[in-house]
């Protein structure tokens, strides 16, 4: 009874209290079910993916109350798919595989297991051989994403990475150049880039050998989500020399859940994080002066 005013209020259900809960929806439900629960005090609250429904300012306000359960000092066990209300959330996390304890240890640790294995926990991909009739100028041996001294495929979006691609030249063609191409997951082209963008010495003259090109990615440009890339070789206007498609795949995630959030949400294929700078013009001084 003394917290029935404040669970009312938090579920936003006060104009419904003479209605039976059996005509509620589901998320009008689970609202009321979670106010009642985050407001009595528990040892253990448990929570199963009770951020999957509702609108994004209750969501911002689940997460609020969870925090504020935790900081009280009692336990939360929260079970979502919601990789970035858990990094937000949770100090440790557990990951389930088949019933099975796959990964356990601190939350961005884990985060960063289960994106790095999940194709092939879930849904394996496999990479076609390149057809024997490609031309033999150049080859691929590997593409390799590091972020913070390590090869990841999941990547923080607030730390830069880069793309690390191992190939051979075995006929030099001059005027080449060596391009990435990155979409997301539903096929949209992202960007591109070559090493036009910063022409060397060494692409210049594109002697036969082994080289390794790198390619740094900017920190707060990406979005969350899935990300395929393709690695190809050309002659600007004349040829195409060589092409590995969908040769590299990533995640990008958001490691906790605050404004920083927000930017993912943005219309447009990139959110990036860019520096504005405001300064009064000097004749709008001048005149608050005189009107002063």
Not at 62 to 76: D, F, H, Q, Y
Not at 153 to 175: H, K, L, S, W
Request: aromatic letters at 8%; hydrophobic letters at 35%.
């Amino acid at each position: 009874q003394s917290k029935f005013d404040e669970i009312v209020d938090f579920a936003e259900v006060g104009q419904f209290l003479d209605t039976p809960v059996k005509h509620y929806s589901s998320g009008m439900t689970v609202r009321l079910a979670f106010a009642v629960a985050a407001h009595l005090e528990p040892e253990i609250l448990i929570l199963d993916e009770v951020l999957a429904v509702g609108d994004l300012a209750f969501q911002k306000k689940c997460l609020g109350k969870m925090s504020e359960v935790a900081r009280a000092g009692r336990t939360i066990l929260f079970v979502s798919h919601d990789l970035n209300a858990v990094n937000a959330l949770c100090e440790r996390a557990i990951l389930l595989h088949e019933g099975v304890i796959a990964k356990t240890g601190p939350t961005e640790e884990v985060t960063r297991y289960y994106l790095d294995h999940s194709n092939k926990m879930y849904s394996p991909v496999t990479w076609s051989p390149l057809p024997d009739e490609k031309p033999d100028e150049v080859k691929l041996n590997s593409v390799k994403l590091i972020q913070q001294g390590n090869v990841t495929t999941a990547i923080n979006c607030r730390e830069p990475f880069t793309v690390d691609m191992d190939y051979e030249i075995r006929q030099p063609v001059r005027g080449s150049r060596f391009f990435l191409i990155v979409r997301n997951g539903k096929g949209e082209l992202i960007f591109t880039t070559s090493d036009y963008d910063q022409m060397t010495r060494e692409a210049v003259e594109r002697s036969a050998g082994s080289f390794t090109s790198t390619v740094e990615i900017p920190s707060g440009l990406l979005k969350t989500g899935s990300y395929y890339g393709s690695f190809g070789v050309d002659v600007a206007n004349v040829r195409i020399i060589y092409t590995a498609n969908d040769v590299f795949h990533f995640d990008v995630f958001e490691p906790e859940d605050d404004t920083q959030s927000e930017r993912h949400k943005r219309p447009g294929a990139i959110a990036p994080l860019l520096s504005w700078k405001i300064t009064p013009n000097d004749h709008q001084s001048d005149s608050s002066h005189k009107e002063r």
